[in-house]
């Protein structure tokens, strides 16, 4: 079994930072990759980053050259800088693990980021 625990998130006023972390827990042998995702107020969830077990990252456009993600093999943590943040960037967080084996994907319960204009 697999645990996902998100944290960092919280209330920041529009051009601030945070730092969102996902740690792992339980079987991780099999993870390919986490990645982050945001769920804004009656929005659906949408894919935000990515990183691969052997490094690899992908952004969705409206975060590219505003965050970074980045992991830690050795606490089984991934990580999401956001800095200049945007009202936009407002929602819950999830992080997402991917695994070669069923059930193949686990989410993490999520953060509440909220930026004010």
């Known amino acids: 079994q697999v645990q996902l625990v998100e944290s960092g998130g919280g209330l920041v006023q529009a051009g601030g930072s945070l730092r969102l972390s996902c740690a792992a827990s339980g079987s991780i042998s099999d993870m390919t990759a986490m990645g982050w995702y945001r769920q804004a107020p009656g929005k659906q969830r949408l894919w935000v980053a990515r990183i691969t077990s052997g490094g690899s990252v992908n952004y969705v456009d409206s975060v590219k050259g505003r965050s970074t993600i980045s992991r830690d093999n050795a606490k089984n943590t991934a990580y999401l800088q956001m800095n200049s943040l945007k009202p936009e960037d407002t929602g819950v967080y999830y992080c997402?693990?991917?695994?070669?084996?069923?059930?193949?994907?686990?989410w993490g319960p999520g953060t509440q980021v909220t930026v004010s204009s």
């Open positions: 997402k693990a991917e695994y070669r084996s069923f059930p193949f994907v686990y």
